[in-house]
């Protein structure tokens, strides 16, 4: 098959999650574990860091693997979804995989994939958990994709778990509370394997707690050993922040190539992985972990999180799309000085938006779109329900075509946000440019 065929067979004959919602979801390992075991366990052959929650756990996967990198060591990052290509999901050292390895993989396990029948995800996972292991690399650094628990990626066990922020999100899958969900994150949780949890949140504590004790790993709350603040307030337009980091490690005037005051949430738990890490034995000097924060897109190709685009106007895109992930982006945009703010807005129809419409300002000009997948709300049908919310813009349909028009509106003291799906973002050209 050529690549594009390849890519055809993965998407089209076993529908994905990510681009067509429940009918791609499977519970359970017993597909992953068999396509492991037929290919020989390859994820016994790599250590590794799993990291799960609902938010800023692509953020704190790519700042490890940044700092790694930054360190000396060969490091596989896998991660999704993938933006624009596919094989953005898995790199090495920052390098995404190389299409003619999907293409000769697929060939070489199709069989397989006949006889067990598995998901996109379950074949991407084994794909990755393959490459890694032939690649021979030091460390990968693994996102969850779903929950936790009965993702796929959880065949590992890794040197170190890390756990995120929990807030509301697919809880037609995890569960309609905030300890539910926890409960599903909380599965990663491995016999004697040390855990980080980034932030404490005492509706969530308990959760992580017993599941710790009850399997014997060495837990930590990061953000209760490691105090993150900023050194000083960045320009409105700022892409980095300054921040000081004291208590279990002191380091003065951090620089953190990722905008967003959310950001900041993630830090104590990346520094928390990073001491467990050097306690086994790996060696991360204070210059690597600086080099990785400032570096990190350029080290991991990370793109889509606070990301402006331009200036004058000020564009600004995030894919943050569940409720806590848009009450942070609400609030930054509370804090730009501007005269206009210019809303572009997608989402996808297995969620229910009207939380996400009850928090977005009504004093925005918004301009509705849909991404160009299957999955996405129709632009039509979410502006009705924006404007149940008191929210007032117009249709656009495809998402360059409101770009466009929120461009052209836009005075150069305005500000335009792109957002409310990490599908939308994904069609900025401009994120791609080197």
């Known amino acids: 098959m050529t690549y594009a065929e390849t890519l055809a067979f993965l998407y089209d004959q076993l529908p994905m999650f990510q681009r067509v919602g429940m009918a791609g979801f499977k519970k359970g390992l017993g597909n992953t574990e068999a396509l492991a075991a037929a290919m020989g366990h390859p994820e016994r052959r790599f250590r590794a860091v799993h990291v799960a929650g609902t938010n800023g756990k692509g953020s704190s996967s790519n700042l490890l693997a940044a700092v790694l990198q930054a360190a000396g060591y060969k490091v596989g990052l896998y991660t999704s979804p993938h933006l624009r290509e596919f094989t953005e999901r898995i790199k090495i050292n920052g390098q995404d995989l190389a299409p003619e390895y999907l293409v000769a993989w697929v060939e070489r396990w199709r069989p397989l994939f006949g006889q067990v029948q598995p998901s996109f995800f379950e074949m991407c996972v084994a794909l990755a958990y393959s490459y890694f292991a032939e690649q021979q690399v030091d460390i990968a650094v693994v996102e969850v994709g779903l929950g936790g628990r009965l993702d796929s990626t959880n065949i590992i066990t890794p040197l170190v778990s890390l756990i995120t922020n929990i807030s509301y999100d697919h809880q037609n899958l995890l569960g309609d509370t905030l300890p539910e969900i926890a409960g599903e994150k909380a599965g990663i949780i491995k016999h004697q394997v040390p855990v980080v949890i980034s932030q404490t949140q005492p509706e969530v504590a308990a959760v992580f ?26 320009a409105p337009d700022a892409d980095t922040q300054q921040l000081q980091i004291s208590g279990a490690a002191e380091l003065a005037g951090l620089e953190l190539a990722l905008a967003g005051d959310y950001q900041r949430l993630n830090v104590a738990g990346v520094l928390a992985v990073l001491d467990e890490l050097r306690r086994q034995g790996f060696t991360i000097p204070e210059a ?29 895109c995030d894919t943050g799309h569940n409720e806590a992930g848009i009450r942070f982006v609400v609030a930054q945009l509370a804090r730009l000085p501007r005269r206009q703010l210019h809303m572009v807005l997608g989402a996808v129809n297995d969620k229910d938006v009207s939380k996400m419409l009850s928090l977005l300002p009504p004093e925005a000009t918004y301009y509705f779109c849909q991404a160009n997948i299957p999955r996405a709300l129709p632009a039509t049908e979410l502006a009705a329900q924006a404007a149940r919310a008191g929210l007032r813009g117009e249709v656009y349909g495809p998402v360059p075509a409101a770009v466009a028009a929120a461009r052209a509106a836009a005075a150069p003291d305005d500000v335009v946000f792109i957002g409310g799906s990490t599908f939308v973002v994904a069609e900025m050209a401009e994120l791609y440019s080197e």
């Open 209 to 234: 707690e017993q599941k710790a004790a009850s399997v014997q790993a060495p837990l930590l709350f990061a953000d209760q050993h490691y105090q993150v603040q900023m050194l000083r307030e960045p």
């Open 288 to 316: 690597a972990v600086r080099t990785g924060f400032r570096e990190v897109h350029r080290l991991t190709g990370f793109r889509g999180r606070w990301t402006i685009l331009s200036r004058r106007p000020l564009v600004v």
